[in-house]
């Protein structure tokens, strides 16, 4: 989740990140919105704001859930 956020080496780096955060959590059954929201920051900087929109009002959801 970290090195997602922090973006050192790129956003499509970014995005594999915050994928590999996203399974992660899942696997750990650890439910959070900073994943997902990290998932939508990073399609929207890559160029895919129609998945970034769906991934930052899934976020939206799991936070008001959580």
């Known amino acids: 989740m970290v090195r997602a956020v922090l973006c050192r080496h ?3 780096q970014m995005r594999a ?3 590999e955060a996203v399974r ?3 696997a750990g059954n ?3 919105p900073t994943p ?7 399609r929207v900087l890559s160029g895919d704001p129609g998945d970034g929109d ?7 959801s799991l936070g008001q859930e959580v």
Do not use: K, P, T
């Open 17 to 19: 990140d915050a994928d």
């Open 24 to 26: 992660m959590f899942a």
């Open 30 to 32: 650890f439910v959070s």
């Open 36 to 42: 997902v929201l990290a998932q939508g920051l990073a």
């Open 54 to 60: 769906v991934r930052l009002e899934d976020a939206i």
């Open 10 to 12: 790129g956003v499509e």
